[in-house]
């Protein structure tokens, strides 16, 4: 039997929702998926996320500069942390950073708070 899927739009091309893919990710109960969207302000401009919840299954997809990333919730000593690609978006409460992980192990994160 087929799990009912949560699919995820991403835009891949720069100007051309017609360059755009699908994600699926079969979840237990898709019914039970919460979505949220914020948009926290940061010092060099807004960033957007959206959050997928379905029980242990937590995917924010984050827009840093201009483009998605898709990041999967990893283990956290507190708050949530999504990694995906160069990227780590730890959450805690209404703030937020950003880190580039390729800007090397010392390098400052983006500090960012929650505008909605």
């Known amino acids: ?19 755009a893919a699908t994600l699926e990710i079969d979840l237990p109960d898709a019914e039970s998926v919460e979505t949220v969207a914020v948009t926290y302000a940061c010092p060099d401009g807004d960033i957007d996320a959206t959050y997928y919840n379905a ?29 995906g690609g160069p990227y780590v978006w730890w959450t805690k409460g209404d703030d937020a950073d950003l880190y580039d992980l390729m800007k ?11 505008k909605n």
């Open 55 to 83: 029980e242990d299954n937590s995917l924010a997809v984050v827009t840093i500069d201009g483009g998605p990333v898709v990041m999967s919730s990893v283990l956290a000593a507190s708050g949530v942390k999504y990694a």
């Open 1 to 19: 039997m087929r799990h009912p899927a949560l699919s995820l739009i991403a835009l891949l091309a720069i100007g051309s929702p017609t360059h």
């Open 104 to 114: 090397g192990e010392d390098a400052e994160p983006v500090s960012c708070t929650a």
